[in-house]
C-alpha cells in the first residue's frame, strides 16, 4: 500500500496570506489527523476527521481549518498567516477514530515558511 | 484536556549503554500509550504501544513499563546502537480524543 502523501511539502508565504494543504491517507484508512511540530514544543494535534466529520479539534485559533472529503483525503487550511504558524504539518492516518486502537501512520509533512 | 510531560528534553549516551526516557499523564482514564520515533528529517514511526491493562511490554531492546497508579510510563532502551540516536515521542489516549504527545527527546547515542 501507498504510505501517507502530502503536498506541497514545502512552500513560503508572507504574513496575511493563507494556506492550503493536501493529505492523502493510506488507502482503507477512514481517520486524518493532524499536527502541527515545531523545536521544542513537540506534536501539538490541531484536528481530526473520520469520514467527513470532525470528531476532535486541537487548541488552536479559528483560522486553523480543516476539512475531509468522501474519498478520505483531508486539506488544512490556514488563514490569515502569522510569523509563529511557521512550522511542519504533519498528516497522520489510521483505520480508527481517537487513535487508540493502533498506529498513526505519518506522512513526511509539510513545511511551512511565514516571511 | 490530557497533558503530557516528557523528561528529559535531550540524552546523551555511550553506545552499548542504557537509556531512560519518561512521561507522565494527567487523565487516569487514559488506557493506550505508545511511543513514536522521529529520525532526522523523516516522519514520526511508532516503535512501541502498551495498554492499560499491562504493566509492562518488550520487543528485542526496547521495553516499556506502565505504572497506573502514578500515572506515569517510561521507554528502555537497552545497548543502544548509533541508529537509535532519533527524537522520541511518548503519547496517551483515554480513546476518546486525539492522542496527546509529549514534547519529545532527542537521543544521542555517541559511537
Known amino acids: 500500500k501507498a504510505g501517507v502523501t502530502q503536498t506541497p511539502r514545502y512552500l513560503i508565504k508572507t504574513r496575511g496570506q493563507q494556506v492550503t494543504l493536501s493529505c492523502s491517507p493510506i488507502?482503507?484508512?477512514?481517520?486524518v489527523s493532524w499536527y502541527q511540530q515545531t523545536p521544542g514544543q513537540g506534536l501539538q494535534f490541531l484536528f481530526e476527521?473520520?469520514?467527513?466529520?470532525?470528531?476532535n479539534k486541537g487548541n488552536f485559533p479559528g483560522r486553523f481549518s480543516g476539512r475531509q472529503f468522501s474519498n478520505s483525503r483531508s486539506e488544512m487550511n490556514v488563514s490569515t498567516l502569522e510569523l509563529g504558524d511557521s512550522a511542519l504539518y504533519l498528516c497522520a492516518s489510521s483505520e480508527t477514530s481517537g487513535g487508540n486502537t493502533g498506529e498513526l501512520f505519518f506522512g513526511e509533512g509539510s513545511r511551512l515558511t511565514v516571511l | 484536556g490530557e497533558n503530557v510531560e516528557q523528561h528529559p528534553s535531550t540524552l546523551s549516551v555511550q553506545e552499548g549503554d542504557s537509556a531512560v526516557i519518561k512521561c507522565t499523564y494527567s487523565?487516569?482514564?487514559?488506557?493506550?500509550f505508545p511511543w513514536y520515533k522521529q529520525e532526522l528529517g523523516k516522519r514520526p514511526q511508532l516503535i512501541i504501544d502498551i495498554r492499560s491493562n499491562v504493566g509492562e511490554k518488550k520487543d528485542q531492546r526496547i521495553a516499556v513499563t506502565l505504572n497506573k497508579t502514578a500515572k506515569h510510563f517510561s521507554l528502555h532502551i537497552t545497548e543502544t546502537q548509533p541508529e537509535d540516536s532519533a527524537v522520541y515521542f511518548c503519547?496517551?489516549?483515554?480513546?476518546?480524543?486525539?492522542?496527546?504527545f509529549g514534547s519529545g527527546t532527542r537521543l544521542q547515542v555517541q559511537p
Open positions: 476527521y473520520f469520514s467527513e466529520t470532525q470528531r
Open positions: 488507502s482503507g484508512h477512514r481517520s
Open positions: 503519547a496517551a489516549n483515554t480513546g476518546r480524543r486525539a492522542l496527546t
Open positions: 487523565d487516569s482514564a487514559s488506557n493506550y
